[in-house]
């Protein structure tokens, strides 16, 4: 049962324009959110969170959208670069109960010139 | 420099033997984990460790054992009993349970020859 959805496996975006990354979580006892950035054959560094009790969150050109109610959030890179082209991961938690982080399978992003 | 370091980046093992991956971090964090990831699968949590002495089985423990003897180092043994050991493994750490977010090593390859 995949908990952490993303719908889209891959996007392409022409820089300078904004890429939206979804994701979509089915365990309504998930508190924290969590974005990551990977490259191949490398770990996935941490780009942006957010906590269940904001809905926005914003961190230079990134923006992170939590709603709650649809059990859905997104990441906004705004504006795209090259640079950006990578897997983008998301991840949840409970924190009331355990230490376990959930992800998603990941979009592919592409930022073409 | 605070970290954590996964070795060896390849490694290769032929069927029907066990192997061993390592995992240390000088961060000080309670919470470690093992990530398994395939293409098109996103990151599964094969097992986690939220203090020392003490694991809990992820989405995929099968074929798979750990330890935590050390708050340090979170060894992941893959055993000959998983079928399909074949993957790229990722180890992480975080400070506690909280709203904290998860730092990853650079990930060991894992061939079955």
């Known amino acids: 049962d995949q908990q952490v959805k993303q719908n889209s496996p891959s996007l392409s975006v022409q820089e300078g324009r904004i890429s939206i990354l979804n994701c979509d979580y089915t365990n309504s006892m998930f508190d924290y959110f969590l974005w990551y950035k990977k490259y191949p054959a490398e770990g996935p560094t941490f780009l942006i969170s957010?906590?269940?009790?904001?809905d926005k969150n914003e961190d230079g050109r990134f923006t992170v959208f939590l709603n709650k109610s649809a059990k859905h959030l997104s990441l906004h890179i705004v504006p795209s670069q090259p640079g950006d082209s990578a897997v983008y991961f998301c991840a949840a938690s409970d924190t009331g109960t355990a230490s376990k982080l959930t992800f998603g399978t990941g979009t592919r992003l592409q930022v073409t010139l | 420099d605070g970290g954590i370091t996964q070795s060896p980046k390849y490694l290769f093992r032929k069927e029907g033997q066990n192997v061993t991956l390592s995992c240390e971090q000088n961060?000080?964090?309670?919470?470690m984990y093992w990530y398994r990831q395939d293409p098109g699968q996103g990151l599964r949590l094969i097992y986690y460790s939220q203090i020392v002495n003490d694991f809990q089985k992820g989405d995929i423990a099968e074929g798979y054992s750990v330890s935590r003897e050390k708050k340090e180092s979170f060894p992941l043994t893959v055993t000959s009993a998983q079928k399909n050991p074949t993957a790229f493994y990722l180890c992480a750490s975080r400070r506690d349970r909280g709203n904290t977010e998860a730092f990853f090593g650079q990930g060991t390859r894992l061939t079955v020859v």
């Open positions: 961060l000080n964090h309670d919470a």
């Open positions: 957010i906590s269940s009790i904001k």
